[in-house]
């Protein structure tokens, strides 16, 4: 079972601050967020694990609420060079089996 | 620049062929997964090969196999080829599973005619 991303889609102007949300059905163990450019491969981002630990990456910063099944993304004072497809992707217990979500897309205009 | 490549970067295979997409990991990361990425989705975990072993894998048929060498580059196969297995194909290296970052490829695009 995928987890649910939300938005699908967002648009905003640069500086403007976004948060994605990525929601399991299933017990979160650790959550990886990817972002992909058109035609281009998918970027690590950060990855937060089951007791809080997490990797951060630029002004990007997540959280992870395990009771909730829940993680969040936030983007804070966008940039142009931030449109792009994000991706959550949840990993099972084992940690050898990554589940990405659909995606949502975001796009920056000056 | 990952380091990791894949290679080719397209294919146009017919209906029922086999065809083998390789996959050369970042140097010293000893784990390389292997998605399926269809056009406005995203990537469907196919499987995972840690040390040379399968270590995970998805919901794919027996038909999707692969192989790990000890130099960690690795290879996916798929017989019998159907059109609904037109996709992006990425492969992501990591040092260890999937507690650490992946470096993905650029991906092979695969047409299935």
């Known amino acids: 079972q995928q987890p649910v991303q939300s938005p699908q889609a967002v648009i905003l102007r640069e500086g403007e601050d976004a948060v994605i949300n990525c929601s399991s059905s299933k017990a979160l163990y650790s959550v990886h967020w990817y972002r992909q450019k058109h035609g281009e491969a998918p970027v690590f981002l950060m990855i937060l694990l089951k007791g809080g630990e997490q990797k951060g990456h630029e002004k990007i910063s997540a959280s992870f609420n395990e009771k909730k099944q829940q993680s969040s993304l936030y983007l804070t004072a966008s940039q142009l060079s931030y449109s792009g497809t994000y991706f959550c992707?949840?990993?099972?217990?084992?940690?050898?089996?990554?589940?990405f979500g659909g995606g949502t897309r975001l796009m920056v205009k000056p | 620049e990952t380091g990791v490549t894949q290679s080719p970067t397209h294919l146009i295979k017919t209906r029922g062929q086999q065809v083998t997409l390789r996959c050369s990991s970042q140097s010293g990361h000893n784990t390389v997964s292997w998605y399926q990425q269809a056009l406005g989705q995203g990537p469907q975990f196919i499987f995972q090969?840690?040390?040379?072993?399968?270590?995970g894998r998805g919901n794919f048929p027996p038909r999707f196999s692969g192989l790990q060498f000890p130099n960690y580059s690795s290879e996916l196969n798929v017989n019998a080829l159907e059109l609904d297995d037109s996709a992006l194909y990425l492969c992501?290296?990591?040092?260890?599973?999937?507690?650490?970052?992946?470096?993905f490829g650029q991906g092979t695009r695969l047409t299935v005619v």
């Open positions: 992501a290296s990591s040092l260890g599973p999937l507690g650490t970052e992946a470096f």
């Open positions: 992707g949840t990993a099972n217990n084992a940690g050898n089996m990554l589940t």
């Open positions: 090969y840690y040390r040379e072993e399968e270590n």
